[in-house]
């Protein structure tokens, strides 16, 4: 019964594929080993041993021994660990200190040197521990498990080598919608702490829809395991019967197989480097063992094995092909405790947390595509920026004076370089004080930022959480006030002082985020400094949150909450390593709890301080982040550095925060940290950094100078003002993008293979794609010129010259990009019509006055022969927020269509409440793939014949060009032509 999918395991060389039988009976997965397929090289070597092997076989059974008879023959628990291949093997011994002598008391497979990555201690095939069904409840939305401690357990509660063991648990699958499923495993006699997040769960689906939905929840009785099969496909999507279902006070722990190993997602962690791959890849790898680490830490991202400064254990998932088709699905681990998820070549993962309840969603979906959606509309769409938000931004730590900050400015105006936003680093406070600007260095900073304002440009500021407590009483609000109102951190549950830890401004105390009244604290700090320095939006840093000290000025108690019995494989020695003590308290819970949550509460805080401050859209962007932070954040991938494999990892980094929702991201161009950027590593950073969605240049104090205008007029300055422009040309498309995000929950950056999910780009992580329409392919290697472009089966048109690269097939393409030049390799997919601006300038305020332009790429023809292409434009006044009750926006779609002789262009206006688009200008449109035709007779807007001079036709390069003069306006563009 059920279906047969194939899986592959990578073993020594060999390809070893099994089998999966879904039986339908009782949700488990029966795995044959079908045949092995061996490289060309193994073949010849195994040619002789094959033949050998037939005969040796033979004569076995006509011995009459069987071979199974003889392996079945041995029962020793040796013979049971020898059955456990090391791709198969399941940690018994988690954590550190890994000795043979405690693997052996738990009764586990000991494996003195580590096979292949796999864990040294290990269980048997035999081996229980775990929890049986005692009874179930049926409501109408799900089902409720009753779960009690196995009697066969290897141990007892009481002998549990993790204290508190929970006996008795209750498991919750809840039927949330077609597709998406809720399983949370609790203990169901003492609250345990959850993580307090508001997700959009809605009203969950009533078991009469069963026949609608894509998934099947079962569970096996004893040992207790459950299994999530799609329903479509029989595809087994979390199978738990793998490992060992624990359930403690301060070690949680579950496994499951996977259908593939074609996983994503699970950050905040750097990939491969590059150096030793050859390109980079968003792919997490399986076959290397890959155990990541979750608990947000301030350090630099140049390990993959370190956790970063946000969490987000969230993957999506690749299924193997049925019928030629792969489908995708997504899984949310709602945890915000101390935790390691280990990934393994079975394929399998394992969740091992400190705290909270074992808590999952499960996204059905059918494309990546799709389960991104789903998952933000539980977690919450993102946030809307504003329009000034997507031109180009620029920061140093480093400045030191307003005034250089000024010279700066003034500069990058001399050169008519893009520049929307001027930021300052922490060298802008007095002491290092939040809420303060040095009046003697920084005396001019208010009139900087009026002179930005009336030049249509931004400002923006940091400010870090800790607040110094070292000021005399009543001479510094933030800190007097956050005592006043008791919004500080405290020592613990016993002890209502604040903690003070230590940061840039010495001792400080750190704003509970979770508590209620924090927001107001928040606002009115944001109120008063914004009536001297009038920014427009905020950059929060040092959230995670980050202490230059561990714990605090007093050391911090011993408790199992500092140390606990478990420790993931965090960096440091203990859990309060360059953070507060766990025992902290918070309004929420412990800090033990809710540490990684620190710089999620804090972004909320603040987006809600702006928007009472401001009355209008704003930006934060923050360094730490969690499930959902992208609703009120962006995010930029933290401290870099000026290296080459810096530069190319940074687009797998995007990619994954566009998975977590978080479409607003981008990484320090030209690096932050380490030796200084080199000017051609920072030219092709810029080309690069042209397409993050959020672009900032950013570098360190005591490096040289790295904005645009301080490096070589006549080689790199040129190839840096034309790739931005070519980003400022685009923002139509772009700013339509993060709409679709806000409203839809789609990728504004993505991978091919999320567009192209049956091809073969899973590990394509040196290209991207702008939405469905624009592939970007940058320079990544120094010294390189070309680059080897991977294009997937479909049109595809060059995008400077309109020229057609390939058509339906995929095709690797070898595609130059000579040095200086700003020329990003960028490349428009066939059916796809995206909107623009036919010239840019140097702010976005001043480019959104300029003309739309439109360009067209035809795709393949349907089967009557006629193309069709089609497109989004949004359009709004960029600041109003969108849920307020004076927004008006128009929304437009865009279509063409054409046969052999004749073609035609129209907009359809969906919404047009924003009056202002009617005088909006359109100067001409780009038809690219045009039908091989000699010439093209007429070409008409509306009814009006155009004369031939406003139009160029290219047979050759299948380019129809055509220039409105005077342009036309937005709301009456009708173009067609005929051959």
Known sequence: EGAWLTRLAKRSGVVMEYELAADD??????????????????????????????????LVILLGVGLGVGLQSSGSSRDKCKAVESFQRFDCF???????????????????????????????????????????????????IHLSWLKESHFSPETFPYPGAVTNLAVSALFETNKRLHVKIYDPANSRYEVPIKLQQGSAQHEDQHSQRDYE???????????????????????????????????????????????????????????????????????????MTFFSRDIFPENSTWNLYGVHPFFLAIEPSVTGKRKAYGVLFLNSNAMDIALQPLP????????????????????????????????????????????????????????????????????????????????????YLDFTYDKSRFHSLPQLVNDLHDNNQKYIMIVDPGISNMQPPGKYPPYDRGLELGIFINVSKTNHTPIIGQVWPGNTAFPDFTNVQSTDYWTEMIKNFHDEIPFDGLWIDMNEPSNFISGSV????????????????????????????????????????????????????????????????????????????????????????????????????ILDFSLFGIPMVGADICGFGGEDATEELCTRWMELGSFYPFSRNHNA?????????????????????????????????????????????????????????????????????????????????????????????????????????????????????????????????????????QYANTTTTDTQKNPFWFMVANGPPLANGSRH????????????????????????????????????????????????????????????????????????????????????????NKHLQVTFSPSTTLESLNLSWQA
Request: charged share 20%.
């Open 25 to 58: 009976n009782d949700g488990l997965v029966e795995e044959r080993k079908i045949r092995k397929v061996y490289s060309p090289r193994t073949k010849r070597f195994l040619f002789i041993g094959v033949v050998v092997g037939v005969v040796a076989v033979v």
């Open 94 to 144: 988690p954590g550190r200190n890994t000795n043979e002598s405690e693997c052996s008391r738990r009764g586990c497979c000991w494996n003195g040197g580590v096979t292949e990555g796999s864990p040294q201690c290990f269980y048997s095939v035999d081996y229980v521990q775990g929890y049986g069904v005692s009874s179930v409840e049926h409501s109408g939305v799900g089902l409720t």
């Open 217 to 291: 929840f079962s569970y096996t009785e004893s040992p207790f395991s459950f299994v999530i099969r799609r329903v479509s496909t029989k595809t087994v999507l979390f199978d738990t019967k793998y490992g060992k279902l624990l359930y403690s006070d301060q070690l949680l722990q579950i496994s499951s197989s996977l259908p593939s190993d074609l996983v994503y997602g699970l950050g905040e962690h750097i990939h491969k480097d590059p150096s030793v791959e050859s390109k980079p890849s968003q792919r997490i790898e399986l076959a290397d063992w890959r155990t």
């Open 348 to 431: 399998a993962i394992t969740y091992r947390t400190t705290g909270g309840i074992l808590d999952f969603f499960f996204f059905v979906g059918d494309t990546p595509e799709d389960v991104v959606q789903q998952y933000t509309a539980l977690i919450g769409r993102p946030f809307m920026p504003p329009y000034w938000s997507l031109g180009f931004h620029l920061c140093r730590w480093g400045y030191g004076t307003s005034n250089r900050t000024q010279d700066i400015v003034n500069e990058m105006r001399s050169l008519s370089i893009s520049h929307d936003v001027q930021w300052n680093d922490i060298d802008y406070m007095r002491d």
């Open 554 to 653: 007093d050391g911090c108690p011993k408790s199992s909450l500092n140390d606990p019995p478990f420790l993931p494989g965090f960096v440091g020695d203990r859990l309060y390593d360059k953070t507060l003590c766990m025992t902290s308290q918070q309004a929420a819970s412990e800090h033990y709890n809710v540490h990684s949550l620190y710089g999620h509460t804090e972004a909320i805080a603040t987006a809600k301080a702006l928007q009472a401050v401001l009355k209008k859209r704003s930006l934060v962007i923050s360094r730490s982040t969690f499930v959902s932070s992208g609703q009120y954040t962006g995010h930029w991938l933290g401290d870099n550095l000026s290296t080459w494999k810096d530069l190319a990892r940074s687009i797998p980094g």
């Open 701 to 837: 104090n005591n490096k040289r100078p790295q904005h645009p205008s301080s490096f070589s007029q006549t080689t790199a300055l040129p190839a840096m003002r034309a790739a931005l422009t070519l980003r400022y040309i685009l923002l139509p498309y772009l700013y339509t993008l993060f709409y679709q995000a806000h409203v839809n929950g789609t990728t504004v950056a993505r991978p091919l293979f999320f567009e192209y999910p049956n091809e073969d780009v899973y590990d394509i992580g040196y290209e991207f794609m702008w939405g469905k329409a624009l592939l970007i392919a940058p320079v990544l290697e120094k010294g390189a010129h070309q680059m080897e472009v991977v294009f997937p089966s479909d049109y595809w048109y060059d995008f400077h010259t309109g020229s057609p690269i390939v058509e339906g097939i995929a095709r690797t393409v070898t595609v130059d990009s000579p040095l200086g030049e700003g020329r990003v390799p960028l490349f428009i997919r066939g059916g796809n019509i995206v909107p623009m601006f």
């Open 869 to 956: 292409c089609m497109g989004d434009l949004y359009i709004d006044d960029g600041e109003t927020p969108l849920d307020t009750q004076g927004h008006q926006y128009t929304l437009i779609k865009m279509h063409y269509k054409d046969d052999q002789k004749q073609g035609r262009m129209w907009l359809e206006t969906m919404v047009s409440e924003y009056a202002k688009y009617r005088s909006m200008r359109v100067a001409g449109v780009d038809i690219l793939g045009m039908p091989d035709n000699d010439d093209i007779q007429s070409v008409q807007l509306g009814d009006t014949n155009l004369p031939a001079s406003s139009y160029k036709f290219s047979n050759g």
